[in-house]
């Protein structure tokens, strides 16, 4: 009685933990400007988590783990392409503010590098793999003992090989016996990226393309941001921008692109002037809107990824020579992979838009962003295991936790297995 006490406390305590943590997020976002980068922010090396120990007699053996490329230049060049045209235009018909042609004079000295380099990793981001590394190697030391098997299977884009050749050289410092093997094809991107599978391996699952009976992302956006003072303050006049293609929005956004991702190859605050703090903390919440709502909709769609993770972890479970399969793909993916797991709560679809934010988190996707699944077991072989969401311990609070954050890997096993049969391939 005393245990079943004490567990029933200790959920109640983490319950009320993680609603604080959710209904307080605009107060985080306004006390941490990082915060308010979102998806487009470096991964936060200073915030790893403590441990917590495991059950008595359970050691770790084996890992499963996602993550995000490091840190890059913007993803799309028309980041750096349309917010360079629409300036030059704005020059041109001389819309521009004093501010505006401070702001476009920095701009046009800047934006050429990146430019050039659209997509690529920076050396921040090889820094976060290697530090990431090393922490689950120093973490979890039992794992990779001797001369343990290390699979690790990248996204054919150039961020993501490297990361994984940074976060894998941490793992050989460690232990210069492992026995890693990288993999990057094309066929391989029906696990890692699964909407972006070559099309002779898409799948499609039931419910892949339900929409969430939600507000569109533009007209919460519209209606969020104080988006007209943000163009005020560039142009005298910003009519002209209903010129190009996408309008007023498609730039704003594309500036948002740029306000939040620069952060992570130059260290001068250049464009930062641009917001004040209450209107950077709508423009987050708009992102925030936008990443939620493509995901939570998309979340079956990574289905794949979720099979090979239980297919992969039974591979470990007969094999004792395997230490970890290492999975290196994008932003998209794990967002997908956290909602579909519902990891702290993110997947749950809230009763308005407004609401969004307080299930969903945009910031806990930074670049780098990692997501590990590491299974302990005991001499009679019963097999625990628990999450870690950016180095940090999380929850799933479909499963009812043995102690702490520890889940038993059959419950998840049988949660899989419910929500495969609910959600069918198609084709």
Known sequence: ???LITLLTGLFI???ILQAQQYDVLDQVQADIRKAYGMEGPHRL?????????PQGYKPFYISHYGRHGSRYAWNPKTYTFLHEVLE????RDVLTPYGKEFAARYEAFYMEPWINTGDLVPLGYDQHRAIGEFVYQSFPQVFKGTKKVEALSSTGQRCIVSMGAFTLSLKSGNPNLQIRLQSTHDGMAVIAPPSAPKALLRTFKGQTDAVALESSTDFFLRVTPWQEVLDKLFTDSAFLQEFNGGSVLFLRELWQLYCGYHNYESAPLFDSLLTPEQRLRFWEADNYFSFRGDITARYAVIPLLEDILEKADQALEDPQTAAHLRFGHDYILEGLVTLLDVNRCGTVPATPDEAKYWFRNFDI??????????YKNRGGDVLFKVLLNENEATLPQLTPVSGPY??????RAWAARLLREHPCEN
């Open 1 to 3: 009685m005393k245990r």
């Open 407 to 412: 889940y038993r890997w059959s419950d998840f």
């Open 46 to 54: 200073d915030e790893f988590g403590t441990l917590t120990r495991a």
């Open 14 to 16: 983490s319950a009320l």
């Open 366 to 375: 930074p670049m780098a962003a990692t997501l590990l699944l590491v299974f």
């Open 89 to 92: 235009k704005a020059g041109e």
